[in-house]
């Protein structure tokens, strides 16, 4: 009844919505601007927002604004899994087939980011997504897989979603 009175063609704020459709709110600007900032700057980022806010379809709206000649992006939303499972994740998201032992698989994952960095120029984009339920040892692991030359060089970009909480948490 609503759709034929505002001639409307489909639902409005239905998960099929195409990002270049969505309403263009101050705090959609603002939190596609502060991604764009961390991509360019190579950076790590945290994006939090209460549930609903439209955290993953302003991560799906990021993501289809890079160019996939530039940018590869790796979008993993288990965070309930384990430490391994998340490694095994990642080394896939890379292309990579992956290895068995947890240190093989940190180094697989290091080396496919650093391969596509300086080899083919494509910057990897890792977006976890619902991390506020990722374990502790989870998160630990994010800080050690991601130092890259004792931490003088970002050959990434990491974002890290979830509810309130997960900045608590850290």
Known sequence: MYKTFYSLSREPFSKETNPPEAYQG???QEALAALD???????????IGEPGAGKTFA???FK?????SLYHVVYFPLSTGSVMDFYRGLAFGLGEEPKYRKVDLFYQIQQGIERLYHEQRVTSVFILD????AKDAFLQ???ILFNFHM????????ILAGLPHLQAKL
Do not use: Q, W
């Open 64 to 68: 289809e604004s890079m160019n996939p």
């Open 151 to 158: 931490d003088s060089t970002n050959p990434f970009v990491l």
């Open 26 to 28: 101050a705090s959609y």
């Open 59 to 61: 991560l799906r709206a």
């Open 37 to 47: 900032y961390v991509k360019r700057t190579r950076g790590i980022g945290l994006l």
């Open 130 to 133: 619902e991390m506020h339920l």
């Open 141 to 143: 692991d994010i800080a």
